[in-house]
């Protein structure tokens, strides 16, 4: 194996076919590389040493990426606990789905949507189980998986998030996609579990609409609650962690929510609650300093 990440290497920092760079020691970036692979070094000691040799934040950066591409996919048991740190290039949107223009990683850590997409971009279940077009495609009938909740304990079912579309639709909440729901003529919940979207006519972006961060469902009570402070100390979604902490320039901190009652996506292989114990996103700019600093 390590064979061919020396191979790699070559490629990567001096070119092929190329002999090494003056002042670069090729053993010396071969050595570091075989000790980042074998858990010598950790990803933020490989950069300062990439660095103090004399590679560009470029060159290591690829060959950080051949390491992830070559690395073996043995399987493993999963493990729980730890703190995943992750830099991230802007500072950080309210997180409220109602009023922001912009939705960051946290969203998906701590609210989920109706629908969202696999791999291939085929919408697939998240809060709803299933859903059917109507032959004219005025409407859109979903059905909800029942028993769920928010992290405060609240109902989730279809009343709640007829509450968020309602709202998201509403003028007096100065949401900024609201024109986008104009083509919707009503939302009915007719029981807990059976969500139905009316339409003006065929609105065929429906459906990407709704899997986005911007219409994730939130606790409108709670929302109200809050009031303006929605989205800064606090939040109240279904996802599988809550908010701890969020701190405009500096950093967006989430724990586990140890009552997720677990996943109805497809492809998401855990089914029950989180491994890690939490997610922690630093506001770094610079691309150089988060490669140094995470």
């Given at each position: 194996m390590l064979r061919s990440y020396k191979l790699s290497t070559q490629r990567f920092v001096f070119g092929e076919g190329r002999k090494m760079n003056s002042g670069i020691s090729q053993p010396a970036v071969h050595s570091l590389v075989a000790e980042y692979l074998e858990g010598g070094v950790s990803r933020r000691q490989f950069v300062k040493g990439a660095l103090a040799i004399g590679l560009g934040m470029t060159t290591i950066t690829g060959l950080l990426a051949a390491c992830a591409n070559n690395s073996t996919n043995q399987s493993a048991t999963p493990k729980s606990g730890g703190t995943l740190k992750e830099g991230y290039d802007l500072d950080f949107s309210r997180l409220d789905p109602i009023n922001t223009n912009w939705y960051d990683p946290a969203f998906y850590a701590v609210y989920e949507s109706l629908v969202t997409n696999d791999?291939?971009?085929?919408?697939?279940?998240?809060?709803?189980?299933?859903?059917?077009?109507?032959?004219?495609?005025?409407?859109?009938?979903?059905?909800?998986?029942?028993?769920?909740?928010?992290?405060?304990?609240?109902?989730?079912?279809?009343?709640?998030?007829?509450?968020?579309?309602?709202?998201?639709?509403?003028?007096?909440?100065?949401?900024?996609l609201g024109s986008v729901w104009v083509p919707v003529a009503s939302t009915e919940a007719p029981?807990?579990?059976?969500?139905?979207?009316?339409?003006?006519?065929?609105?065929?972006?429906?459906?990407?609409?709704?899997?986005?961060?911007?219409?994730?469902?939130?606790?409108?009570?709670?929302?109200?609650?809050?009031?303006?402070?929605?989205?800064?100390?606090?939040?109240?979604?279904?996802g599988p962690f809550k908010l701890t902490e969020w701190v405009p320039g500096s950093h967006t901190s989430v724990k586990r929510w140890d009552g997720y009652p677990g996943t109805g996506t497809p492809f998401i292989q855990n089914k029950g609650k989180p491994y890690l114990d939490g997610i922690n996103w630093l506001t770094i700019l610079d691309a150089p300093q988060r490669a140094i600093q995470i």
């Open positions: 791999a291939q971009g085929n919408y697939v279940p998240q809060i709803a189980s299933s859903w059917k077009v109507a032959s004219d495609g005025l409407s859109v009938t979903f059905k909800i998986r029942s028993g769920l909740k928010f992290q405060s304990g609240a109902v989730l079912d279809a009343a709640a998030i007829k509450a968020v579309y309602d709202g998201i639709g509403d003028p007096k909440n100065g949401s900024p029981d807990p579990t059976t969500l139905i979207i009316k339409l003006k006519h065929p609105y065929f972006d429906l459906f990407n609409i709704v899997k986005t961060g911007y219409w994730d469902i939130v606790n409108m009570a709670f929302r109200a609650q809050l009031g303006d402070k929605y989205g800064q100390q606090g939040v109240d979604g279904s």
